[in-house]
């Protein structure tokens, strides 16, 4: 079947042919063209020698329209540009883009890079500077960012910001949700503009293969859709694979698809920061202006940086409002546990304090069922129909936490429960089918804005949106979707409910021998590693978890006096152990198993205050922990080391200005691991401590470029 090419597709360039169905067949790093607005070379690193040029390279860099480029050395085009390039590839690794400004038929920005490939690729633009307001504006902005207490002025305050520095007609805050599809979060436009405030987009608007290059290329710039694409020579032949990866080109053509989908929104230019957190893409800083605006490098640079900035803040923020969560969940299993130690009954605990379990996921009910037996708490579906999930989640899922915010649409069986909890999240408490954890939410019935029909057509030929009015979708028989936040908040609630669980279950083995096979059953089904001795300090009981964590060595043994052996601190293991069997003294502490460091609760088991019948013993392996405290301890000295070499070749003023701007973005960076490292979800920490040194090792690398450009733009006016 035959394509209709696309009004943007009717030059030389190739994307590769895709469908709605499969936008990653689009290949957008492999356009094989540019932007017009300026130029590029391919540069062989051994010989300087030029291999691939754009085809308006000659006129753009010599102003020699009739001449070619391809096959020249670089020294010939420019000794200046030349030695640059050889210092360049002398820093590869350490500073993998540079930039340099130069004179040709023009004034004119070089950026540098190494492709993928090998290949090096040089791109030239219209030299711009910065005016030297922007630079207080900066400053300014900087500490508007690091102010920001909440997400939603945070995002408020960057519209604003953008829109000040660049002048776009808007500009908005375009964050990804949970399931993929995008909403306008913040928005500031011209009063003559459609606002675009709250609209959402489904994920298919910005297919994967676009979202991983947003990650990879911060800025990217459209200066006017209405461009004819330039290609670049020689082309390899259709199906071959040296094809030069454009990944990193500032001026790599767009997507045809992507320019109509423009055109059809009344846009003209574009200019898209991305925000990224750690390693995931949370939303872009999107600008669009209706007649042409071209954004030189030394601006997105800037824009580059209030991004990075902005993407650290918002690190924060989450990880503020997270840690609140989780303190709260710490609280809530202490509450539990001194429960167990005062009356043995924990489950009206659950019930009395219902509030520290529901409100952390917006949920109106929940529902435990352990032991053959079923807690209901708040509003909670019957116990029939709680039943029926219980069965279906055991056939259907895995035995990992399973959430669903229309359970009805899922399966109609739950129509009727949908009907009032449509919103499920269910985590399993044990290997032991039907063992769950269950929150339900409330029907959310709501409208949602979508900027255009969110549903569209699959078929053989790629097309972009064509409509952009407001069009209405409302939601019933659904709850409020559940976010990666209330997902974590979910597995440490769980996870502090199994370990309560295991402690009773340990203690009714002591007391309830005649259901002694089921609680064999409940133990030795638990993740968390669990000893039972009798009064004696016999072992009658370990689980599978008890077993791998500290039989690394040699058989399991019959004692608990035998214990201290396996731990690295034999001698102090030795006394507490002995202080457990002998005056009945609790240890709750840690030690160090084969490297890793465990947390250790032996508690003797004492009915009617006189008679001992055992003892357990629970262990935790926190080594997660001890990887957190070590990140907690290392994050300062990592950043500064990382960044302190970079304003080496910075003098003067500059100089002045570059330690200005750094303390402040380190301030920004201190508060947002503060806030990170506050949590109790340690597995987490070290991940999102290195997302903030690599945040500001690239803020502080893009200042010093900003700094070291605008300086080589001043030394050539003075010329």
């Not at 004179?103 to 004119?108: D, F």
């Amino acid at each position: 079947m035959s394509r209709r090419v696309l009004p943007f597709e009717r030059s030389s360039t190739r994307f590769g042919r895709a469908d709605l169905s499969n936008c990653e067949r689009e290949k957008i790093h492999l356009p094989g063209s540019i932007q017009p607005h300026g130029a590029l070379l391919v540069v062989d690193e051994s010989a300087l020698t030029i291999t691939h040029a754009s085809q308006n390279a000659a006129e753009f860099l010599t102003g020699n329209a009739l001449g070619t480029v391809i096959g020249r050395s670089l020294t010939d085009l420019s000794p200046e540009l030349a030695t640059s390039f050889a210092g360049a590839a002398a820093r590869n690794g350490i500073h993998p883009r540079v930039a340099t400004q130069c004179e040709l038929s023009q004034p004119v920005d070089c950026l540098m890079h190494q492709a993928s490939t090998g290949q090096w690729v040089l791109e030239f633009e219209p030299a711009e500077a910065l005016e030297p307001s922007l630079t207080s504006l900066l400053q300014q902005g900087i500490n508007d960012i690091t102010n920001a207490a909440s997400l939603q002025s945070l995002c408020d305050t960057v519209t604003g910001l953008f829109s000040a520095l660049f002048g776009y007609d808007r500009v908005m805050v375009y964050r990804f949700a949970f399931e993929g599809h995008g909403e306008v979060f913040a928005e500031k436009c011209e009063a003559d503009m459609e606002a675009y405030l709250g609209n959402h987009y489904p994920a298919s608007d910005i297919p994967q293969i676009a979202r991983d290059l947003y990650k990879q290329t911060r800025v990217r710039m459209l200066p006017d859709v209405n461009y004819q694409p330039c290609a670049v020579r020689p082309r390899a032949a259709v199906g071959e694979l040296d094809d030069l990866d454009m990944t990193h080109c500032h001026l790599r053509s767009m997507s045809p698809v992507h320019r109509q989908y423009l055109t059809n929104m009344g846009v003209q230019a574009t200019m898209v920061a991305s925000l990224v957190c750690g390693e995931k893409l949370w939303g872009l800083i999107t600008c669009h202006h209706q007649s042409a605006r071209y954004m030189g490098y030394e601006r997105r640079l800037l824009a580059e940086l209030l991004a990075e900035i902005t993407a650290t803040r918002i690190a924060a923020l989450e990880g503020l409002s997270r840690a609140r969560a989780e303190k709260g969940v710490q609280q809530f299993e202490q509450s539990l546990i001194e429960a167990i130690s005062q009356d043995g009954d924990w489950t009206s605990t659950l019930v009395n304090q219902s509030n520290k379990l529901l409100r952390p996921l917006d949920a109106i009910g929940a529902a435990l069922t352990h032991d053959n037996q079923m807690l209901r708490i708040g509003t909670a579906p019957s116990e029939a129909d709680i039943s029926a999930l219980t069965r279906w989640l055991n056939k259907k899922h895995d035995g990992t936490l399973y959430f669903n915010s229309a359970i009805g649409y899922e399966d109609p069986q739950f129509e009727t429960l949908a009907a009032v909890t449509p919103g499920i999240l269910a985590f399993p408490l044990s290997s032991v089918p039907g063992e769950y954890l269950i929150w339900f939410r409330p029907e959310r019935v709501r409208t949602i804005c979508w900027g255009g029909v969110p549903d569209k057509p699959t078929g053989e030929e790629l097309t972009p949106r064509t409509s952009f009015a407001k069009w209405k979708q409302e939601l019933q028989n659904t709850s409020e979707h559940f976010n990666e936040s209330s997902l974590a908040v979910a597995q440490l609630i769980a996870a502090s409910i199994i370990d309560v669980i295991q402690q009773f279950h340990a203690m009714r083995v002591m007391i309830a021998h005649d259901h002694l096979e089921t609680l064999t059953d409940q133990i030795s089904g638990s993740e968390l590693p669990a000893l039972i001795a009798d009064a004696d300090g016999k072992i009658l009981l370990r689980n599978k978890a008890f077993d791998n964590l500290l039989w690394t060595d040699g058989p399991p043994i019959p004692h608990v006096s035998d214990l201290p052996r396996y731990f690295e601190e034999q001698a102090f293991a030795s006394q507490y152990l002995m202080a457990l069997l002998q005056r009945q003294q609790p240890w709750h502490g840690s030690a160090t198993l084969d490297g890793r460091q465990v947390l250790i609760r032996a508690d003797a088991v004492i009915k009617n205050g006189n008679r001992l019948l055992g003892y357990v013993i629970l262990l935790t392996d926190i080594s997660d922990r001890q990887m957190a405290d070590n990140a907690r301890r290392r994050f300062p000295k990592n950043t500064l080391d990382q960044i302190g070499d970079i304003s080496d070749d910075i003098d003067g003023p500059s100089k002045l200005l570059y330690e200005s701007l750094l303390q402040a973005v380190v301030e920004n960076a201190q508060l947002a691991a503060m806030e990170i490292t506050d949590g109790i979800d340690v597995k987490r920490i070290p991940t999102m401590l290195e997302g903030v040194e690599a945040s500001v090792t690239r803020t502080s690398k893009l200042i010093g470029d900003l700094i070291r450009h605008a300086e080589v733009s001043t030394d050539k006016k003075q010329q």
